[in-house]
């Protein structure tokens, strides 16, 4: 095993296996919202999680998130746009979807309730497992060895115990077990520790991590904590308001942030060590995307001036800055961050 | 002169399966202006602490102790002067308050019922004092006609807060006031809760489960674990330079962006939080100390003094001599008992040692389990 110190995937660039598992490509989705006007929550998203790799998805609540999460697992279908498992893109027929659904697993985070009271951890875990290739004779075994791999050992202790005799990091483990029964290749965690103590969140991370060194398992890791990312992830995506709007590896993106919202959000941080730039005003409505630069309202690049002195001011206000290739070279879709990095 | 002056508060709560001691002998006090943060883990007893303070706990609650509030016992009023200083003296803004709107009223409406009731206000003064409040907590007058579900939670948690002030209360009690909040509106609230304190010469006792928002927001920081104050002192040096293994793990455990000691090393505490009903002897963070001595099982400390102004209840922060005053064993090793920053990051991911359970390597397990002095705290 790996100490946490020392990533089996670290900056060097991997040995480029068959690309993604899993990605997206101008992937809209489009709910029918209050009204008769349309929330388009996703709205022009490209993403890739290649194999052994642990990317954030961060971004204030309502971005989108837990949408564009959804729909990578074939949860929700997309109004355009594809995702595609090893390139191929989904088949939404039942039985394919349900091959897919084996290999890319979903962890919701268990204090929202993702785990039946009155069922057993030995229940709990199994399920998932049974919807798939019903009750197999190695089942025990199977569940045994899911429990230990999420940390909880000895299995035998825990199998027969319910939800209420567990701490909520032992449930969230229970949570990611019943996940790695099926032997994914990937999983996406929406928020996995968000309601958890310090002190246990770091437990659990330490675990995504294991997981990622010792079985190779790529994680989209969905969060609006952006010292999560900076703790587990390889690289970024930060959205907002439907928009991937930077990405990059971890270092790049939360080192050296380029875009105005991404300064913002790491300005507010506790200890952040410097003057905090509290955008106003509630995160903004799906239904009414601004035209322009989606961020411009609330842009203090652009309310400061600076984007005027860089002469974009116009642009910000008037041209969509477009979305983000998938391709994994740090980006940002700023017209002033363009014009700071094409300017020196 | 503190405003608020806690002393030695006990709560139990009595249940079926026995007594569950969940607030331990905690002392505290508050100066005018300023805020205390508490922080700890879920069930160290920090809301139990909160609702004590203003006597709002269920009936199967056992309460000792002293809580002053400008000089005068709390726990001892009559019931007609307790009401009145829940609303005049001081205010609570509940844990998840913000789903405790009224859904059928006009938020407003629910602003105005204390001006209304306890400050004997005209109906015409009381929607004037309630536009003015909603515009100290940053929302616009009109807001006082909408229904609390056409309001973000962000938004709800203003109105929350705009009605703590409605009596201008001299001591405002905020239950986790930004968790489950988006990070950028936990900045609005924090930039609105520091305004209000600042020169307003109201005090704040600001409950978190986050050590780096109290520690962003708070002038003193106070640690809780397993119902008592483990740690105590100015946020900033608390937060930095934790001198109990706790407050050193709990503080470890939040990641600085940026600091490379942090990237791709994830901090926690291995083991489960301690069940109240159900502690070990000696020090109750004794099973998941990553500093654990053996004299930790026979004494209970207290919390010692650990620098300037600064308490801790470790033993690693008695000098050789004060630990002889106060008849605590010295240490086995002569290591000086400094405490380690953080839990190094082992790699047991599985975090259950049995309580109580930990033997010491190389030292004598079991050698005075059963025969540890009672904890004092019984009374
Ligand atoms: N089924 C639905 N019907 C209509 N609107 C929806 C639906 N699901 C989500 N939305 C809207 O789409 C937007 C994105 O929601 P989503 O849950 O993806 O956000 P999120 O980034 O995960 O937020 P959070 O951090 O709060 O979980 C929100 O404005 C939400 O109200
Ligand atoms: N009404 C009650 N009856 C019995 N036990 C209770 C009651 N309320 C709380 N407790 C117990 O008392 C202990 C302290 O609870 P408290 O709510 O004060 O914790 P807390 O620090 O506020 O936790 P959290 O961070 O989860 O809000 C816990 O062990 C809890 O289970
Ligand atoms: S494009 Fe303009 S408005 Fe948009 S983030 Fe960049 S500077 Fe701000
Ligand atoms: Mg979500
Ligand atoms: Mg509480």
Redo the contacts between chains.
Sequence with gaps: MTAPAAPAAPDQPAPEPAGPVLSASGLHVTFAGRGGRAARAVDGVDLEIRPGEIVALVGESGCGKSTLARALLGLVRPTSGQVAYHGRPLDYRSRELKRFRERAQLVLQDPSGSLNPRHTVYDAVAEGRRIHNGATPDEQERVAEALSRAGLRPPERFLLRYPHELSGGQRQRVVIAGALILDPEVIVADEPVASLDASVRGEILRLLMRLRDDFGLAALVVTHDLGLAWNIADRIAVMYLGRVVETGTVEEVLSAPRHPYTRALLSVLPEAGQEPQVLAGEPPDPTRIPGGCRFHARCPVLASGRAEAAGVAERCRTEDPGPLPAGGAADAACHWARAQAAGG | MNYLDVRDLHVAYRTAGGEVPAVRGVSFGIAPGTTLGVAG??GCGKSTVALALLRLLPASARVSGQVLLDGEDVLGMRWGRLRAVRWAGASIVFQGAMHSLNAVHRVGDQIAEPVLVHGQATPAQARRRVGELLEQVGLPAWRARSYPHEL????RQRAMIAMALACRPRLIIADEPTT?L???????IL?LIDDLVAGSGISMLMIS?????L??TCDRLAVMYAGRIVEEGPAGAV?ADARHPYGA??SA??????DPA?????????G??PDPADLPSGCAFRPRCPAVQDRCAEVDPALWPAGPDRGAACVRVLSAEEARALGVPPPEGSDGGGVPAAPA?T?D????PDPGGTPEPGGTPESGGDRAPEPEETR
């Design positions: 883990e879920s973000s939670g962000g938004q489950a988006d990070v950028m509106i936990q900045a609005q930039r489960h986050d050590l780096s928002v520690a962003d937060f793990a709990l455990a939040f990641p600085r962006v940026g942090s990237r791709r090393a994830p901090r926690g505490l291995p489960d939080p990051a790699e991911p599985g975090g259950t």
